[in-house]
């Protein structure tokens, strides 16, 4: 049975850091890209970041670039994005993600509030 399995969110203040972290089984994860996904209230879920298999591809939306980044550990099977410099515009639930065969599946998220 797959599982995507987040955590690491919480409150924070303006210009704080977390780290999220997506712990996965189910699949062979070593062989999928991985994606963390967000959804504020009242607004659609938007694609954050994205990552290869190997770890050295990864893209980012223009609102997180330069201060989110997406990495993997496949031997753990582990999924994490570090936010530095989180705003309130970042207030969110983070979803991590991956396609399979067409599929999207979703972890059951993470609340990330920005707020001082």
């Known amino acids: 049975q797959l599982q995507l399995v987040e955590s690491g969110g919480g409150l924070v203040q303006p210009g704080e850091s977390l780290r999220l972290s997506c712990a996965t089984s189910?699949?062979?994860?070593?062989?999928?890209?991985m994606s963390w996904y967000r959804q504020a209230p009242g607004k659609e879920r938007e694609q954050v970041a994205t990552?290869?298999?190997?770890?050295?591809?990864?893209t980012y939306a223009d609102s997180v670039k330069g201060r989110f980044t997406i990495s993997r550990d496949n031997a753990k099977s582990m999924l994490y994005l570090q936010m530095n410099v989180l705003t309130p515009d970042d207030t969110a639930v983070y979803y991590c993600?991956?396609?399979?065969?067409?599929?999207?599946?979703w972890g059951q998220g993470t609340q990330v509030t920005v707020s001082s």
């Open positions: 990552i290869g298999v190997t770890g050295r591809v990864t």
């Open positions: 993600n991956v396609l399979l065969s067409g599929n999207n599946y």
């Open positions: 189910g699949f062979i994860f070593g062989i999928k890209s």
